[in-house]
């Protein structure tokens, strides 16, 4: 198994353009999830999915939107890049809720710079 | 979700036990413990979690206290590839989303 993906490893944006952030996981699991970590913090929530078709808003889902068409891909859309979404992206995936829970497994990461 | 709090650094002798303390003096009842790590650049990896019982796997142990308010995740034999930033986190297990709260973790730092 690759376990989550996630492309493009870096990348540099100039204000107001847009952009899409691909994962893509082959666990077959349906909780899939969207962190930001800006430097020297902690990862924060943007958009979580219970499975295809279904999405919510995390802590901080502004300026962002999120698809979960397949169980295996959930992107995430930057329509209006600013410089507050400079920041390295992870996506993560966990099985169903109430099976032996091994945690969230988490991709590479994107590295993201808005100029 | 519990509010954690940790130690933001620490140090360890490598090959020495490194003892990572956390307290969740609000934890729920229903909230497990789990404990993440972070090595330079990458994503978060699952370390090991729990609800009232000491668990141990093949990573660490977990020790929680007896009224839950506090835990202690146990690396038995650190070793240089060890150093990470180490978060704990209260998160319903039982819950719908497995949703998990990040805070600022404690830098560990294995010294040679």
Same mark, same amino acid.
């Given at each position: 198994?690759?376990?989550?993906?996630?492309?493009?490893?870096?990348?540099?944006?100039?204000?107001?353009?847009? $952009?899409?952030? #691909? =994962?893509?996981?082959?666990?077959?699991?349906?909780? $899939?999830?969207?962190?930001?970590?800006?430097?020297?913090?902690?990862?924060?929530?943007?958009?979580? !999915?219970?499975?295809?078709?279904?999405?919510?808003?995390? *802590?901080?889902?502004?300026?962002?939107?999120?698809?979960?068409?397949?169980? &295996?891909?959930?992107?995430?859309?930057? *329509?209006?890049?600013?410089?507050? #979404?400079?920041?390295?992206?992870? =996506?993560?995936?966990?099985?169903?809720?109430?099976?032996?829970?091994?945690?969230?497994?988490?991709?590479?990461?994107?590295?993201?710079?808005?100029? | 979700? %519990?509010?954690?709090?940790?130690?933001? !650094? $620490?140090?360890?002798? *490598?090959?020495?036990?490194?003892?990572?303390? =956390?307290?969740?003096?609000?934890?729920?009842?229903? &909230?497990?413990?789990?404990?993440?790590?972070?090595?330079?650049?990458?994503?978060?990896?699952?370390?090991?979690?729990?609800?009232?019982?000491? &668990?141990?796997? &093949?990573?660490?142990?977990?020790?929680?206290? *007896?009224?839950?308010?506090? !835990?202690?995740?146990?690396?038995?034999? %650190?070793?240089?590839?060890?150093?990470?930033?180490?978060?704990?986190?209260?998160?319903?297990?039982?819950?719908?989303?497995?949703?998990?709260?990040?805070?600022?973790?404690?830098?560990?730092?294995?010294?040679?």
């Amino acid at each position: 198994n690759a376990g989550v993906t996630q492309t493009p490893k870096f990348r540099i944006l100039k204000i107001g353009q847009s $952009m899409t952030l #691909q =994962c893509a996981q082959d666990m077959n699991h349906n909780y $899939m999830y969207w962190y930001r970590q800006d430097p020297g913090m902690g990862l924060k929530l943007i958009y979580y !999915s219970v499975g295809a078709g279904i999405t919510d808003k995390g *802590e901080v889902p502004n300026g962002y939107n999120v698809s979960r068409s397949t169980t &295996e891909d959930f992107p995430l859309r930057l *329509e209006l890049a600013a410089p507050s #979404q400079t920041s390295v992206y992870f =996506c993560a995936s966990s099985p169903t809720t109430g099976t032996s829970n091994l945690g969230q497994f988490f991709g590479p990461g994107t590295r993201l710079t808005v100029l | 979700d %519990a509010k954690t709090t940790q130690p933001p !650094s $620490m140090d360890c002798a *490598e090959g020495r036990a490194a003892n990572l303390p =956390c307290n969740h003096s609000t934890i729920s009842g229903n &909230e497990y413990v789990y404990w993440y790590r972070q090595i330079h650049s990458q994503g978060p990896q699952y370390i090991i979690h729990g609800l009232k019982n000491n &668990e141990t796997n &093949e990573m660490a142990s977990l020790i929680i206290t *007896e009224d839950r308010k506090s !835990s202690t995740l146990i690396l038995p034999h %650190a070793t240089l590839r060890d150093t990470a930033v180490y978060y704990c986190i209260g998160a319903d297990y039982g819950g719908a989303t497995n949703k998990l709260i990040f805070g600022t973790g404690t830098l560990l730092a294995v010294q040679p």
